[in-house]
């Protein structure tokens, strides 16, 4: 039996999904002191039985802050997804249906917004306002409204005119129901997962750009993917296991969320067909 690319595609990047889902969940129940983690008698330790990963410049070990240095992003990356799908949905089923000045002021904020550079503008946001990851999900998530809702909006006006759509408004149906229901939940949730899966990689690849760059993002001692590569930019001689696992997981999490938001859509446009 032949598996078409896609299909191993999908479960590649799915597992990946799935595996930084579970992690993110188990770091948020783990404990874990920076300050009591520091052994100088084990500094940048190479792979070994005891530390399946080495160990830093300052003896931590570098799988358990690989683990814990999924909360940075795993609550915020939901949380920018979840508003971004949420808040772009419903204004994409609107000004899909809709008409009349209401609709054409909401489509005009939602092009504007669409404008803002989003890194930029959450750089800029970090300078006037005292920043944080959860701060920073949120203006992602809503910087990714106006293209969630665009994509849900050309979708209503495409299916406006299909012959079930019109059999339910002969029979009674609210407009309520039939955006929400018929056409959001059983005609859009492909786009929809893939945008989210879009934004939680946005957050993740903020989240650690900013980390690494120390102003913004999650500062020491606590982890961060980010830092943690950064970290080793002042240690001479550090050797490649300290660097090389976050730097390796932040490449493979953004490609298989990306991978995976892309041919979850693309299965889903099929099955729809």
Known sequence: ?????????????GAVVIAVMVVGLVALVIPYDPADAVSYDALLKPPSAAHWL??????????????????????PGLMGGLIAVVLGGLAGAYTGYASGPLRSALVGLLQLVDTLPRLVFIILLCTIRNPSIPLIAVVAGLLFVPTVATVVRRKVEALGSEDYILAHIAHGFTPTRILLHHILWLQCWPLLVRQAAFVFGYVLFVETGLSYLGDYGVQEPDPSWGNMVAQVKDLAGAGAWPWLAPAVAIVVTIAAFLAFGNLVARKGEEALR
């Open 1 to 13: 039996m032949t598996v078409k690319w896609s299909d191993l595609g999908l479960r590649l990047s």
């Open 54 to 75: 080495g160990t830093d410049g300052q003896g931590r070990d570098v799988l358990m802050r690989l683990v814990k240095g999924t909360e940075a992003f795993f609550l």
